[in-house]
């Protein structure tokens, strides 16, 4: 969901609230809001914890995490999927986008590109073509 969709949401429930039911709607309609955000700070807390006791770059199945993968997932989500933070491939603290990678135990990566932390394209870099390269 958008954030305009959310802030869209969380205004008609105030507005709703208070056309129907006045200051007791009003407040009601902050209390959801309210429990709203913290349900999402902690989930966002919870796929930090999980990918913080993981080493860096590591996940589990490389392919597994390229075939869940799919565009406009957000950062959390892939944090969730791969239980790990992901490697830097290059990022410049200025610009908007990122590339981060996770590397199997067989020496297969995904590549991840991300654009406002929204999931835009993907590559799997396969262990066995990488090393042919040579042959």
Known sequence: ???AIGWGLALAALVGGYLSYGWQGLVLAITVIVFWV??????AMRAMRQASARPVGQVANAVMLNARLRRGLRLV???ALT?????ALHTDPQAVDETFAW???????VEVDLHQGRVTAWR????????SGGA
């Open 1 to 3: 969901m958008s954030a």
């Open 38 to 43: 913290l349900l999402q700070f902690s989930r």
């Open 77 to 79: 989500d892939v944090l």
């Open 83 to 87: 239980r790990s933070l992901g490697t």
């Open 103 to 109: 590397v199997d135990g067989g020496g297969d990566r």
């Open 124 to 131: 799997l870099v396969r262990a066995a073509a990488a090393g």
